[in-house]
């Protein structure tokens, strides 16, 4: 339990961040807790499990990566503990070599929207995007990147040190000069923590000022999302929950305490509508928005919803 409990605050306090990866760590994190689970009973089992899933999927509550990666890696149908065990350590293992084929496949699909000369903007820090850039790059088209800061945490500084070293020629900008600089570019590229049945893209707070600005400029803009980002229980109606951070991450807790009328707020992502979205490239095809109800049924399972219902 304690290396998964690591995990679990790893992922709370972002040192392994962004939907992809901290689906991944989830997986993972499971499988090595059951191998080591020693228990007298399927119901200890199953019970042991459950809290041990739980506890990841409340690090963060956005990303909807992480309860579709725990939901996908503890499904099991089996009679004995060993057979469960076994069951849950194949799920992660699967899960693992999925996200890892369909980072690889959106790059292929994501690469061909690029052109030779093509300037990008992207935000944050996806790997999804930033695969995308990559592959167009490697196959000798030269690709130019707007990449903002993404204030409060400022992942962009990441993103410009993965662009850098691999030759990416790269400009970092604040994120209130998205707009200025969005005539010089071709095609906006983000990430995705969750998109919902009706299309909307849910991503790092920012994303829809991106996304607005694109539409005025007439720039595609598009999400590249692995399959397991789509989220199912919106089909239900549910509403996805933003993630609210400390007030610290934006201003000095000193500085706010001598100031009794000021509040601070720092939602750590922000819903981009179907509207604005041009392309989602996935791993299974390049859509528009308007097909993330058929990826939701026909690639993670409405079953997958059930699973979910019946753990709220
Ligand atoms: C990260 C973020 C990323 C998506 C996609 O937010 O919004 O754009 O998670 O990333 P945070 P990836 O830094 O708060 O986790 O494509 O790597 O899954």
Redesign the pocket.
């Known amino acids: 339990m304690q290396q998964l409990l690591e995990t679990a605050e790893k992922i709370r306090t972002?040192e392994i961040?962004?939907?992809?990866?901290i689906a991944v760590a989830a997986a993972t994190a499971l499988r090595d807790y059951v191998r080591e689970l020693q228990v007298s009973s399927l119901e200890e089992f199953e019970a042991k499990v459950l809290e041990a899933a739980a506890i990841l999927v409340d690090t963060r509550p956005t990303?909807v990566s992480l309860p579709n990666a725990v939901m996908l890696t503890t499904r099991y149908d089996a009679s004995t503990v060993e057979e469960a065990r076994e069951q849950i350590i194949a799920n992660a293992d699967k899960f693992i070599e999925r996200a890892k084929k369909a980072l690889e496949t959106i790059a292929q699909i994501g690469a061909k929207r690029l052109k030779d000369g093509d300037v990008v903007m992207t935000h944050?820090?996806?790997?999804?995007?930033l695969a995308i850039i990559k592959a167009a790059h490697k196959q000798g088209k030269n690709i130019r990147v707007y990449t903002t800061e993404s204030r409060p945490?400022r992942?962009g500084f990441i993103t410009i040190r993965e662009l850098n070293e691999t030759g990416i020629q790269t400009t970092l900008i604040v994120d209130s000069a998205v707009r200025i600089f969005m005539k010089e570019v071709d095609v906006v590229i983000?990430?995705?923590?969750s998109i919902t049945a009706n299309g909307a893209l849910v991503?790092?707070i920012g994303t829809s000022q991106l996304a607005l600005a694109a539409k005025e400029a007439r720039v595609n803009f598009i999400s590249?999302a692995e399959t397991y980002k789509f989220h199912p229980m919106t089909v239900m109606g549910d509403m996805i929950e933003i993630e609210d951070r400390s007030a610290d991450e934006v201003i000095d807790p000193k500085i706010i305490a001598e100031l009794p009328n000021v509040k601070v707020r720092n939602p750590?992502?922000d819903v981009t509508p179907s509207e604005y979205i041009d392309l989602i490239v996935t791993e299974v095809g390049a859509f528009p928005p308007s097909m993330a109800f058929v990826v939701i049924r026909d690639y993670l399972g409405l079953e997958l919803m059930e699973d979910m219902k019946e753990t709220a």
Do not use: T
């Open positions: 972002m961040r962004g939907a992809g990866r990303a944050c820090n996806s790997h999804a995007a945490r992942q983000v990430g995705a923590d991503n790092k590249a750590a992502f």
